[in-house]
């Protein structure tokens, strides 16, 4: 069974900090790893990742896949109170046709 | 383009009713996927329609099931409700095409269900 882990669970910390946040999977025919950011409604997607080593980066966020070691990160630099949120990683399998999400990382940014 | 809608947003149901909800895919997508979101489990997969048909499934009950309509437009049921079926569900759509698969999933802003 597919298998996706997301540390830590929980973070606090002040703005102006950067945060990593790890996932790692264990799933078969993996096809990519999606990151999201949920807030108090549904996810919005943040960044898909396909190859190794191949870092994304949005503004103050950033992610890099690493297939070897079978993870991912997701790092927030500058960290603001808007940064609060649940973030979520997701691995796709292709066979399965379907994603399998962690159970998220729960940043809180306080001013 | 439009984002992905779901309806109704809120629904208070009690045990042993049947449910059924919307959504409406972005504007030419043709994959639709439900996830069923709680406090306790996270975001877990329910199923996923592509062209009508059911291409993908999760390990949930019979009593979840689920269509998509000719416009792309999909419904899922849940009969005979149970306490536990209480949480968020969220529709997810993306072009679902192979072999150039983005993966790209819009979520819509779900439907939460409270069964009492």
């Known amino acids: 069974e597919d298998k996706v882990v997301q540390s830590p669970l929980s973070l606090v910390v002040h703005e102006g900090d950067t945060v990593t946040l790890n996932c790692s999977y264990e799933v078969t025919n993996f096809r990519s790893l999606l990151w999201y950011k949920q807030e108090k409604k549904a996810p919005t997607f943040l960044f898909m990742l396909?190859?190794?080593?191949i870092e994304k980066k949005s503004g103050r966020l950033s992610s890099i896949l690493d297939k070897k070691e079978l993870s991912s990160i997701l790092n927030i630099t500058a960290t603001q109170t808007g940064d609060s949120a649940i973030y979520l990683c997701a691995v796709h399998n292709t066979n399965a046709g379907k994603s399998t999400f962690g159970d998220g990382t729960t940043l809180t940014v306080k001013p | 383009k439009a984002g992905v809608t779901q309806t109704p947003r809120y629904l208070i149901k009690t045990r042993g009713q049947q449910v059924t909800l919307s959504c409406s895919p972005i504007s030419g997508h043709r994959s639709v996927s439900w996830y069923q979101q709680t406090p306790g489990q996270g975001l877990q997969f329910l199923f996923e329609?592509?062209?009508?048909?059911?291409?993908n499934k999760g390990n949930f009950p019979g009593r979840f099931s689920g269509r998509q309509f000719s416009n792309s437009r999909s419904e899922m049921n849940v009969s005979t409700l149970e306490l536990g079926d209480s949480a968020l569900y969220l529709c997810?759509?993306?072009?679902?095409?192979?072999?150039?698969?983005?993966?790209?999933?819009?979520f819509g802003p779900g439907t939460r269900l409270t069964v009492l």
């Open positions: 997810a759509s993306s072009d679902g095409l192979a072999p150039r698969v983005r993966n790209e999933q819009f």
């Open positions: 396909t190859s190794s080593g």
């Open positions: 329609y592509f062209s009508e048909t059911q291409r």
